[in-house]
C-alpha cells in the first residue's frame, strides 16, 4: 500500500489519557483537531490492557465521523505492546496511530503490515487508518528523518525532545535560557525537512508548561512562519491557541491573494516587482499554499 499524499490538515492535536475517560471525554469535547488517546506514556505498565479495553470502549460509543478525529498512540513497535495494542483498538475504528519511537521507514512498512491484517479482519476498509509518525525519540532515529518519502498511511510527521534526551543520555535539553539546545534544535529541524521530503504534514512538539499561554503563543507562531503546520498539546487550555496560530490571518490570507492576483494577471512571468521588492516562483508557490491552509484555494 502506497501512499496517497493526499492534503491532510490538522493544526492542534490534544493528548488524552487512555486510563481516564473523564479526560478522553473532556478531550474529545473540545476544539482539539485531532485526540490522540494515548496508551505510551502516559499509561503505566501494569495499565494497559485496562487502558486498551477503555480506549476501544470508548471509540465504539462514537458515531464513524467522530472516530475519524480521535487516535491512538500505540506503544512502541520494539516494544512487547504494540501488537496487543493495534489488535484491541483497530476493530473499533479510529481515525489514526500515532508511531512513537520510530526508527525508520521501515516501521511505517511494517506497521501497515499489521493495520491492513487488522483492518482486513475486523471488516475495516484497508488503508482507513493514518499514521502520524514521532522521528527523533530515540538517536537511530535521528538518522532516518528523511527516510519516510512514500511510507504508506503516513500523513504527518512530529519529534519529541524529552525521550530524546534519555536516548543520548542528557542531562537536559534545555539552555539557560529555556530555549531548546543544539541537538534538539536539530531534531526539530530533522523533522521539518523529513516531512517536506515525504510531502506530509510537520507538526510540532509539545510545550510542557500549558500555564505559559504567551510563551505557547509566541512558540507556535514562529514554527508556522518556519514550515510546521501543527502541533502537539498535553492540556486542553492548549488548544485554542494553538487553533489560532495556526489559522492565517485576514491580513495575511489578504496579502497571499494580491500575490497569486499580480501573476495571475500577468501569465508567463517569471518575477514582478510589487511594492519595492521582486517576487518570484517561489512567492507564488508560498501565498498559494497560505490561501489552500486558509481554505481560499
Known sequence: MTNTAEPFSARSWLFAPGDSERKMEKAAAGPADIVLLDLEDAVTEEGKPKSRAMISSFLADRSPGERGR???RINPLDGPHALADLAAVIPA???????????????????????????VSAGREQGST???VLVTETAEGMFTTGTYQGAPRMVAMTWGAEDLADSVGAGENRNPDGSYGFTYELARSLCLLGAAAAGVAPIETIQGDFRDVEGLRERAEKVRRDGYRGMLAIHPAQVDVINAAFTPTEREL????????????????????????????????????LLASGGRA
Open 93 to 119: 475504528g479510529p481515525g489514526g496511530i500515532m508511531l512513537p519511537k520510530a526508527r525508520g521507514r521501515a516501521d511505517v512498512d511494517v506497521l501497515d503490515h499489521y493495520l491492513s491484517a487488522l483492518e
Open 254 to 289: 489578504a496579502a497571499a491573494q494580491e500575490i497569486v492576483d499580480l501573476f495571475a494577471a500577468r501569465p508567463g512571468v517569471g518575477a514582478i516587482g510589487h511594492r519595492g521588492a521582486m517576487l518570484d516562483r517561489p512567492h507564488l508557490a508560498r501565498a498559494q499554499a
Open 130 to 132: 493514518k499514521v502520524i
Open 70 to 72: 480521535l487516535w491512538v
